[in-house]
Structures are given as structure tokens and as C-alpha cells.
């Protein structure tokens, strides 16, 4: 992937103490990534880096929607997304991303792209199961919703006779006289 100059934070001319980034995102950040789940998005991400002498914290936080297909009607809806990630920059003798949480930089970094860590953020607080709020309260109509309702009731009415004839057993029956003949 291309390193994107807006996503580079030059950390080595910033004062010791807290610094704040604002970034809106939109499809064609993903587009770098080769990201297509969604048809449109408007994310907004706030980075607060708190440099240290000996190290970097960074605070990510996102919040925005992303409009993506049902996966129950295949209808298109508007997903609200939000999530936060902590990241921790230390300084050692080469590169190493092996921890989520943690961040390697040899020594003669003097800046951080940030762009491959707000990726990862937004995409796994993407919920795996995209139901259209429509469906959970029963506003939505459609021809698909429909169909799978007359097949889970169907589905269920034999279920419901099968589970009565399977619970009559005459054995329990002739149980049951025992203790009313007394």
C-alpha cells in the first residue's frame, strides 16, 4: 500500500504533552486498502498522541456510519459504527508490529503512519451479522422479508405438532390413571 502523507504524523517536532487529529473518512480512504464492503461511508476519527519522552501513546476514537446491504433483505441501510484503540509507540533497534497493542520504531524514526491503524479500528468494529433496523421492529417491507416469514412460520406449526406427538407417550398415561384411581 502507498503511504498516505495525510495519515503521517511527524512526531519528532512536537512538544512533550498531549496533541490532538481530526480526520473524515470517506469510501475513498478504503478504496487505498482495496476495502468494498460498504457503499458509502462518513466516518469521523479523533487521534490524541500523548508524547513522552521515552515513548508515544496514541488514543484513537471513531464514530460515523457506513451504509451497507441487509444481509437478510439485501436491502442498503445506514450501519452506525463506533470504537476506540490505544497504541503504544516505543523506540528500539528495528521495526516490529507483532503486537496489536504495541509499536516498535527504531530509533531513527520521526514519524508514524497512522493510516493502516485506522483501517483496522473501523473495519473490525464492522458488527459481522448487518440486520436493517426496519427488520427488528417491523417497519421494513419487502418482497424477501416476506417469503422468509411465511417459511419460519410454516417451519414452525410442523415443528409444534411434531413436538406434541413425540410428548404423548402411553406409558405415561397408564401412570397418570395410578394415581387418579385412588
Wanted: glycine share 4%.
Amino acid at each position: 500500500m502507498n503511504k498516505t502523507k495525510e495519515y503521517l504524523i511527524p512526531f519528532v517536532g512536537l512538544k512533550t504533552g498531549k496533541h490532538h487529529f481530526e480526520y473524515q473518512l470517506n469510501n475513498a480512504f478504503f478504496e487505498n486498502f482495496e476495502y468494498d464492503e460498504f457503499e458509502n461511508s462518513d466516518i469521523k476519527v479523533n487521534v490524541i498522541l500523548e508524547k513522552q519522552s521515552n515513548m508515544l501513546e496514541l488514543n484513537f476514537k471513531h464514530k460515523g456510519t457506513i451504509n451497507v446491504p441487509c444481509d437478510l433483505t439485501s436491502e442498503d441501510f445506514d450501519l452506525p459504527i463506533k470504537g476506540n484503540m490505544k497504541l503504544i509507540v516505543r523506540f528500539g533497534e528495528e521495526f516490529n508490529n507483532d503486537n496489536e497493542e504495541l509499536l516498535i520504531l527504531p530509533f531513527g524514526e520521526f514519524e508514524i503512519d497512522i493510516a493502516q491503524y485506522i483501517y483496522e479500528m473501523i473495519v473490525l468494529s464492522i458488527p459481522l451479522r448487518r440486520v436493517h433496523p426496519g427488520v427488528k421492529d417491523g417497519s421494513l417491507k419487502t418482497e424477501a422479508l416476506e417469503r422468509l416469514n411465511e417459511l419460519t412460520i410454516k417451519e414452525q406449526k410442523k415443528e409444534d405438532k411434531k413436538q406434541k406427538e413425540d410428548n404423548i407417550d402411553p406409558r405415561w398415561d397408564k401412570l397418570k390413571q395410578l394415581l387418579t384411581d385412588k
